[in-house]
């Protein structure tokens, strides 16, 4: 079995509500934890990606699988 992971952090909103900088960072420290500990063969990372993006990226990676 194959695992992957897709970890999306998003720290900038709308101009009326303040950004999230911890988001970011926890994203890389999620991705730090699933590559040392994890034994994950695709872990990818979107930061702050339109939501077109991240739609292809998510049925780009979990297509076909089960």
Do not use: C, H
């Not at 970011?24 to 699933?34: F, N, Y």
């Amino acid at each position: 079995m194959v695992k992957v992971a897709l970890l999306v952090g998003v720290s900038e909103y709308q101009a009326d509500l303040s950004p999230l900088p911890g988001a970011l960072r926890d994203t890389a420290a999620m991705k730090r934890v699933l590559e040392q500990q994890g034994n994950f063969d695709q872990i990818n990372v979107l930061e702050n990606p339109a939501p077109l993006d991240f739609q292809e990226a998510a049925e780009i990676m979990f297509s076909g699988r089960k």
